[in-house]
C-alpha cells in the first residue's frame, strides 16, 4: 500500500516535470530558433586543450578555420597538455603557417591548459572546444549576438553526438537530441548550469572576474557555470549553432566517462556550491531545478528498485516451482499466466506516459532539426535508457563516496577527456 | 527575447494541468480495477448458482435414494473448468498493485463462502457413493507462512496431471469469515500449509513425492501414469 501511494507520487512529480518545459517551450515558442543578431562582431578567441589526440585535433582545427565569422576577429589557441604522441608535430603544421597560436606545456590537467590560454588570449569572447569534437560553419555567429546582453556571460552552442555506429552510440546520440530541447527550455528561466567543454562561449572578462576553471574540479565545465550563475549573470543556448563530439563508443568508455560527469556533479551540489540550493537569489535554479533533479534521481532509483524487485519474485517464483515440480511449471503458467490484464490500476498512467513521451520526442528531434526515420533507436531508448542511467548514477554515488574517504589525486592522463 | 525570470504563472498553469492530467489518469485506473473486480463478482454469482444447482440435487438424492451416484459425481466434477478460471482471475487481481482493496476483498469472501460449499456437496456425494472416483484437498494457506508458495505449485501441478478427478479447494485463512474459523476449528488448524486430503488432516508441508504417496494409494489413482 505505502508503496503504491510512494508510485503514485513519484508518477505525479513525473507529470509535473514533463508539463512544466512543454509549457516553457509553448510560451517561448516564438524564441526558440531565433539568436539576436550581433551588432558588430565581437573579438573571439578559440581555445582548444589536447592530450594525446593525434587523430581528432585537426578535424577540430579545421572546423575553426572554416568558421563563418570575420578572419581577423578570431584567433585560435591550442594548448598541447604534454602530449605524449605526435599531437606536437600535427599542430605544429598549423602554427607553422601561423594560423593558430600553439602553446606546448607540461601536462596539468585541462582547467589549467584553458587558464593558460585564456591568459595570452586577445578576444573579448572566449570559445572552449575539446580537441575530439568540431564546429560547424554557422556556430559562433549566431551565439555571438547574445552578448549584446551584458548580463551575459555565457553562451551554450547545440551539442550532437558526431557517431552512432554502435549500440552505446545510438543510445547516447538519442539522449543528446532530448538534451537539446531540455537544455535550450533551461535557458529560457535561465538555469542552465553547465557550459560544456565543447562548444561553448564566455566573456573573457567575466572568466577573469571569477578566477578561470578549477583544476581540482572533476567537472570544471559544471563548476564555472555554476559559478557564473552565483554572480548572478545570464547563460544562454543557441539551437543554431552545432558542435559535434565524440562519444564513447562501447560501455567501458560510457561508465567512466559518466562516472566522472555524474561524480562531479554530485561533488560540486553536495560540496562547493551547495549554498545555491534554495538559494533566493537565483529562484528558479535553487528552489526548481535542482530540487526536481534530486527527485528523478530518487525516483529513478526507486522505479529501478521496483522494477528489479517486481522480475526477481516471477524469476524466483519459476525457480521455486521448477524445483518443487520439476516438470509441472507448464501447468502454473496455463493457470496464472493467461490471466495477465493490462487493464489495471496504473493502465491510465501507461497511456499518459505513452502520450508524453510521444511529444517529448517530436519535440526534441524537431529542435535538433532531425528527421523521425531513426525510430527503432528512439523505441530502444525508451527501454534502456532509464535503468542504464540509474545505474551508473548508482556506480558514481559509490565511487563519489569512495572519493570523499580517499582523497586520490585524479589527473586528466588517468582519464580521458571526454 | 523572453523574460528570464517571472515565470510563476507557468509554475502555477503545470500545477493545474498535471493535477487534472494526474485525476484523469487514477480514475481511469479505478475504473479498470472495479470493472476487473466486477467481473469477477459476476463469475461468482454464476458459479454460486451453479453450485446450488449441485447443492439442490444432492438433497434431492438423499430423499430418493435411486442410484444417482454416477450422475452427481459427474455435476459436482463438472464445475472445475469454471472453478480453474475464477481461481485464475482472483489470482492475478491479488498480484497486482491497487488501491481498492475493500471491494475485492469482499468479493473473495464471497468466493470462499461458495467453495465450502461445494466442498461439502461434493464430500457427501463422495460419502455416499461407493465408487467414487475423485479425491478433494482442502488446503489452508496463509499470509504468515514459510512453505505456502511451494506448496500451491505442487498442488497445481497436482491438479493439472489428474485434471478433474482431484477438487482443490484453497482456502485463504486470513479471510475474516466465521465459517472459515469454524473449519480451522473442526480440523484443528494452527499452523499453514495444512492439507486435508479426503478429511485425512496433514499439519505441515508436503512435497511432491509425499503427496503422490497419499494419493496412489486410492484406488482410482493406482494405475495413473505419475503413481507408477
Given at each position: 500500500m505505502i508503496v503504491t501511494i510512494f508510485l503514485l507520487l513519484i508518477l505525479y512529480f513525473m507529470i509535473y516535470s514533463s508539463i512544466f518545459w512543454l509549457l516553457i517551450m509553448l510560451k517561448y515558442r516564438n524564441d526558440?530558433?531565433?539568436?539576436?543578431?550581433?551588432?558588430?562582431?565581437?573579438?573571439?578567441?578559440?581555445?582548444?586543450?589536447?592530450?594525446?589526440?593525434?587523430?581528432?585535433?585537426?578535424?577540430?582545427?579545421?572546423?575553426?578555420?572554416?568558421?563563418?565569422y570575420p578572419n581577423d576577429k578570431i584567433e585560435i589557441i591550442v594548448v598541447n597538455d604534454g602530449s605524449t604522441d605526435n599531437t606536437r608535430s600535427v599542430c605544429e603544421k598549423y602554427s607553422k603557417k601561423g594560423k593558430i597560436k600553439l602553446i606546448n606545456k607540461k601536462n596539468?590537467?585541462?582547467?589549467?591548459a584553458l587558464n593558460d590560454a585564456i591568459e595570452i588570449s586577445k578576444g573579448e569572447l572566449i570559445a572552449c572546444l575539446d580537441a575530439d569534437s568540431f564546429f560547424e560553419r554557422n556556430s559562433i555567429k549566431n551565439m555571438v549576438g547574445y552578448f549584446e546582453d551584458n548580463a551575459t556571460a555565457a553562451v551554450t552552442s547545440t551539442m550532437k553526438a558526431a557517431e552512432d555506429s554502435t549500440f552505446i552510440q545510438k543510445i547516447q546520440y538519442i539522449e543528446y537530441l532530448f538534451s537539446i530541447y531540455l537544455r535550450k527550455m533551461m535557458s529560457f528561466i535561465n538555469v542552465l548550469y553547465v557550459t560544456p567543454g565543447p562548444g561553448s562561449i564566455y566573456r573573457k572578462s567575466v572568466l577573469e572576474e571569477i578566477g578561470g576553471f578549477d583544476p581540482n574540479n572533476l567537472v570544471e565545465d559544471t563548476d564555472i557555470a555554476l559559478k557564473i550563475q552565483k554572480k548572478g549573470y545570464k547563460?544562454?543556448?543557441?539551437?543554431?549553432?552545432?558542435?559535434?563530439?565524440?562519444?564513447p563508443e562501447h560501455i567501458s568508455g560510457l561508465v567512466k566517462?559518466?562516472?566522472?560527469w555524474y561524480g562531479g556533479y554530485l561533488e560540486n551540489i553536495l560540496g562547493k556550491h551547495r549554498n545555491i540550493i534554495f538559494n533566493r537569489k537565483s529562484p528558479n535554479l535553487g528552489f526548481f531545478l535542482f530540487p526536481t533533479n534530486f527527485i528523478w534521481l530518487v525516483s529513478m532509483f526507486f522505479l529501478t528498485l521496483l522494477f528489479i524487485y517486481d522480475i526477481s519474485n516471477v524469476v524466483l517464483g519459476a525457480i521455486t516451482n521448477f524445483i518443487e515440480v520439476q516438470f509441472g511449471v507448464i501447468a502454473t503458467y496455463n493457470q496464472y499466466g493467461f490471466n495477465f490484464n493490462p487493464l489495471n490500476f496504473f493502465f491510465g498512467f501507461l497511456i499518459i506516459f505513452y502520450v508524453i513521451s510521444i511529444l517529448i520526442i517530436y519535440v526534441s528531434f524537431s529542435i535538433s532539426r532531425e528527421r523521425i526515420n531513426k525510430k527503432f533507436?528512439?523505441?530502444?531508448?525508451?527501454?534502456?535508457?532509464?535503468?542504464?542511467?540509474?545505474?551508473?548514477?548508482?556506480?558514481?554515488?559509490?565511487?563519489?563516496?569512495?572519493?570523499?574517504f580517499i582523497k586520490s589525486d585524479s589527473g586528466w592522463e588517468k582519464q580521458k577527456a571526454t | 527575447m523572453g523574460k528570464t525570470e517571472g515565470n510563476l504563472s507557468v509554475y502555477v498553469v503545470t500545477l493545474v494541468l498535471s493535477t487534472i492530467i494526474f485525476v484523469a489518469g487514477l480514475l481511469l485506473g479505478v475504473y479498470f480495477s472495479n470493472v476487473r473486480v466486477d467481473e469477477v463478482e459476476i463469475k461468482n454469482m454464476n458459479l454460486e448458482r451453479h453450485i446450488n444447482d449441485i447443492g439442490v440435487e444432492t438433497l434431492l438424492y438423499n430423499e430418493n435414494p435411486?442410484?444417482?451416484?454416477?450422475?452427481l459425481q459427474d455435476r459436482v466434477l463438472s464445475l472445475t473448468g469454471e472453478l480453474f478460471v475464477l481461481e485464475g482471475k482472483i489470482i492475478s487481481i491479488e498480484s497486482e498493485r491497487n488501491l481498492n482493496s475493500e471491494n475485492f476483498l469482499n468479493v473473495k469472501k464471497d468466493y470462499t463462502l461458495s467453495l465450502i460449499k461445494y466442498y461439502v456437496f461434493s464430500q457427501n456425494v463422495k460419502q455416499q457413493c461407493n465408487n467414487a472416483n475423485f479425491s478433494i484437498i482442502v488446503y489452508f494457506y496463509s499470509k504468515d507462512c514459510d512453505k505456502c508458495e511451494e506448496q500451491g505449485y505442487i498442488l497445481s501441478y497436482l491438479k493439472s496431471v489428474l485434471k478433474n478427478r482431484l477438487l482443490i479447494i484453497p482456502i485463504d485463512a486470513d479471510l475474516d469469515l466465521s465459517s472459515i474459523n469454524l473449519l480451522k476449528n473442526i480440523y484443528g488448524v494452527k499452523k499453514y500449509p495444512t492439507i486435508v486430503?479426503?478429511?485425512?488432516?496433514?499439519n505441515e508441508f508436503k512435497n511432491k513425492s509425499e503427496m503422490l504417496s497419499i494419493l496412489c494409494e486410492k484406488v482410482y489413482f493406482r494405475n495413473d501414469i505419475i503413481c507408477s
Open positions: 526558440i530558433f531565433v539568436d539576436p543578431k550581433p551588432i558588430k562582431c565581437k573579438s573571439i578567441s578559440i581555445v582548444i586543450p589536447a592530450y594525446n589526440e593525434e587523430n581528432n585535433i585537426k578535424n577540430s582545427i579545421d572546423s575553426c578555420l572554416k568558421l563563418d596539468g590537467g585541462k582547467a589549467l547563460i544562454r543556448n543557441s539551437v543554431n549553432s552545432c558542435v559535434y563530439t565524440k562519444t566517462q559518466r562516472i566522472r533507436h528512439v523505441l530502444i531508448y525508451l527501454f534502456i535508457y532509464f535503468p542504464l542511467i540509474t545505474t551508473l548514477w548508482i556506480l558514481s554515488v559509490f565511487v563519489s563516496i569512495k572519493r570523499y | 435411486t442410484d444417482l451416484c454416477e450422475f486430503i479426503d478429511s485425512e488432516v496433514h
